[in-house]
């Protein structure tokens, strides 16, 4: 079991490195064609008009996608910033509990958030909506990473929630084993 969430985890930041990645190509392909009008303009003395349609709403729906596939990952890796004031002062038994409690939390909130969105997702398809923009895409298409994202930290945080409960140390404090070195 450890191993199948280690992958789904993994993978989740391996798409929103993707979509990183993508967001780069996106605007140097942008950038580069803002610099052929720049010199057709100096040359030709008129601009060709070359630009990527609506590369800026892509750039935008990437950027959704890669912040939310890549938190479950950030999560494991401890890579999300936690406030210790407090916890740090506890001893082992009641930060323990202080974490179960946050994590209960936490968990709700995002189950919560993952529910609706797959509902906004189904919603969106159901409705037919599209994106506005130059480039209409189907909204469910462009809202599906965000809900993709929302339900793998769910699992995430159900995981973690667990290995708490069993007395395992968290892997987002980087003791013992974490997704890194699993």
Not at 5 to 29: N, W
Not at 54 to 80: E, Q
Not at 115 to 126: C, D, P, R
Request: aromatic share 8%; glycine share 10%.
């Amino acid at each position: 079991m450890r191993r199948s969430l280690t992958i789904l985890y993994t993978f989740s930041g391996a798409l929103a490195a993707l979509c990183i990645l993508s967001i780069t190509g996106l605007v140097f392909a942008q950038v580069c064609l803002n610099l052929v009008d720049k010199l057709a303009v100096l040359f030709a003395g008129q601009a060709i008009g070359l630009t990527i349609p609506s590369y800026s709403d892509f750039t935008g729906f990437l950027l959704a996608a890669s912040t939310f596939l890549g938190l479950a990952y950030t999560l494991r890796a401890g890579g999300h910033i936690r406030v210790t004031l407090v916890t740090g002062l506890l001893g082992d038994k009641p930060r323990r509990w202080v974490e179960t409690a946050v994590l209960i939390a936490a968990l709700t909130m995002v189950a919560y958030g993952s529910v609706y969105m797959g509902l906004l997702v189904a919603e969106s398809h159901e409705f037919g909506d599209r994106t506005s923009g130059m480039v209409a895409l189907p909204l469910w298409l462009v809202q599906m990473p965000v809900a993709v994202g929302l339900a793998v930290l769910t699992i995430a945080l159900l995981d973690e929630l667990i290995c708490n409960l069993m007395g395992l140390p968290a892997s987002y404090e980087g003791k013992g084993e974490n997704l890194l070195n699993e």
